[in-house]
């Protein structure tokens, strides 16, 4: 059985994998009709749904581990990034299957939506004021952190890492549905 401290330490690792394959990632779509990129322009394209189904549940098992598990209660941000991400798992989930491309645009809108909340969290827990009231209800506080790893790792920017990836896949499969 992890510990929290083991289970966060993994997480933070599993953002900068995250992190890492986002640039990657952008830097091959951009260069993909070049020789080298093309068969992980190929890879990305053909498999991306399935991908995006794997981080979406691997992002929904561990927001209600945390929350249901270990207790630690969700704040009206975290809550909001939820309604972003939860939805994307039943969408790949039945577009996956049936190789459903145009799923693409949805995703990509959910992201972008879910990422720029997660960024003004992790703006808050880095420090940042508040220009806007946190949408709490007295439960929990959107500036307090319960993960941070590495002096930068927030479970906002684990979010904002998750979103980030998934719009960049995103990207793959759309580009491959117009082909």
Same mark, same amino acid.
């Given at each position: 059985?992890?510990?929290?401290?083991?289970?966060?330490?993994?997480?933070?690792?599993?953002?900068?994998?995250?992190?890492?394959?986002?640039?990657?990632?952008?830097?091959?779509?951009?260069?993909?009709?070049?020789?080298?990129?093309?068969?992980?322009?190929?890879?990305?394209?053909?498999?991306?749904?399935?991908?995006?189904?794997?981080?979406?549940?691997?992002?929904?098992?561990?927001?209600?581990?945390?929350?249901?598990?270990?207790?630690?209660?969700?704040?009206?941000?975290?809550?909001?990034?939820?309604? *972003?991400? +939860?939805?994307?798992?039943? %969408?790949? !989930?039945? $577009?996956?299957?049936?190789?459903?491309?145009? #799923?693409?645009?949805?995703?990509?809108?959910?992201?972008?939506?879910?990422?720029?909340?997660?960024?003004?969290?992790?703006?808050?827990?880095?420090?940042?004021?508040?220009?806007?009231?946190?949408?709490?209800?007295?439960?929990?506080?959107?500036?307090?952190?319960?993960?941070?790893? *590495?002096? +930068?790792?927030?479970?906002? %920017?684990? !979010?904002? $890492?998750?979103?980030?990836?998934?719009?960049? #896949?995103?990207?793959?499969?759309?580009?491959?549905?117009?082909?």
């Amino acid at each position: 059985m992890a510990t929290l401290e083991t289970l966060n330490y993994l997480i933070a690792l599993g953002t900068i994998g995250m992190q890492v394959a986002t640039v990657a990632l952008l830097v091959i779509f951009f260069f993909r009709k070049s020789a080298w990129a093309l068969r992980i322009t190929k890879i990305v394209s053909d498999s991306g749904l399935w991908f995006s189904l794997l981080l979406v549940i691997a992002g929904t098992a561990l927001s209600l581990v945390y929350s249901e598990y270990f207790g630690i209660l969700p704040c009206g941000l975290c809550w909001l990034q939820r309604v *972003f991400l +939860y939805p994307q798992l039943v %969408l790949f !989930a039945l $577009s996956a299957p049936k190789k459903d491309h145009y #799923i693409a645009d949805y995703s990509i809108v959910l992201s972008v939506l879910g990422g720029v909340v997660a960024l003004y969290q992790h703006y808050l827990q880095m420090g940042g004021t508040s220009t806007l009231p946190c949408p709490a209800s007295g439960v929990a506080d959107c500036a307090k952190r319960f993960l941070f790893e *590495f002096d +930068y790792i927030t479970f906002p %920017l684990v !979010a904002f $890492s998750s979103f980030a990836l998934l719009f960049v #896949i995103m990207l793959f499969v759309r580009q491959r549905r117009s082909s």
